[in-house]
T-cell receptor, first 115, second 117 residues
Framework: AQSVTQPDIHITVSEGASLELRCNYSYGATPYLFWYVQSPGQGLQLLLKYFSGDTLVQGIKGFEAEFKRSQSSFNLRKPSVHWSDAAEYFCAVGARRTGFQKLVFGTGTRLLVSP | DVKVTQSSRYLVKRTGEKVFLECVQDMDHENMFWYRQDPGLGLRLIYFSYDVKMKEKGDIPEGYSVSREKKERFSLILESASTNQTSMYLC????????????????FGSGTRLTVV
């Protein structure tokens, strides 16, 4: 069964600084990988997803993530953080097979943006 | 724009009441899910459904039941609400990957914040 670890519960970044949120997964083959963002009081919105091919994936709001098979990681990055990026971020992994399947979510990383 | 709609953003209910949380999706998705979200615990799966009238327990089904009479609607029922069910409830839906096996992920609703007093 697959699993996801987000080792950072909170991260504080200055506005304009770069950001990297960590995600490590456990799965026996190449998985499907997702990053979601949740603004306060809202549901989760898909930022980006990795299926196959290019290991650097571009998403919405200027975010990108890189799949590194050797490190079992799918870290989320943004070159310059804006105050509106303050939110909670969830990494998720899905199995690569047909038929019904559930995503497994990490416990989330809360991003705080300081002025 | 495709949507998952949760009928209430905020609810306040009394202990012992029977509570219904409604979720409707307009994407013709086969699969629907109910999660609860609590600080420090992330998303915990309560129930899911992969077809009409089909339901499966998730990780924390105690105190909850579900109903899926139509493909687009998935209801979460708190049989007798208790204060420890105060939480944010999130509904999600997804298509079933076909022959190509591509998983497109979930689409989430905006959530219902339930307070039981």
């Amino acid at each position: 069964a697959q699993s996801v670890t987000q080792p950072d519960i909170h991260i504080t970044v200055s506005e304009g600084a770069s950001l990297e949120l960590r995600c490590n997964y456990s799965y026996g083959a190449t998985p499907y990988l997702f990053w979601y963002v949740q603004s306060p009081g809202q549901g989760l919105q898909l930022l980006l997803k990795y299926f196959s091919g290019d290991t650097l994936v571009q998403g919405i709001k200027g975010f990108e993530a890189e799949f590194k098979r050797s490190q079992s990681s799918f870290n989320l990055r943004k070159p310059s953080v804006h105050w509106s990026d303050a939110a909670e971020y969830f990494c998720a992994v899905g199995a690569r097979r047909t038929g019904f399947q559930k995503l497994v979510f990490g416990t989330g990383t809360r991003l705080l943006v300081s002025p | 724009d495709v949507k998952v709609t949760q009928s209430s953003r905020y609810l306040v209910k009394r202990t012992g009441e029977k509570v219904f949380l409604e979720c409707v999706q307009d994407m013709d998705h086969e699969n629907m899910f109910w999660y609860r979200q609590d600080p420090g615990l992330g998303l915990r799966l309560i129930y899911f459904s992969y077809d009409v009238k089909m339901k499966e327990k998730g990780d924390i089904p105690e105190g909850y039941s579900v109903s899926r009479e139509k493909k687009e609607r998935f209801s979460l029922i708190l049989e007798s609400a208790s204060t420890n069910q105060t939480s944010m409830y999130l509904c999600a839906s997804s298509p079933t990957p076909g022959t190509g096996g591509v998983n497109y992920g979930y689409t989430f609703g905006s959530g219902t914040r339930l307070t039981v007093v």
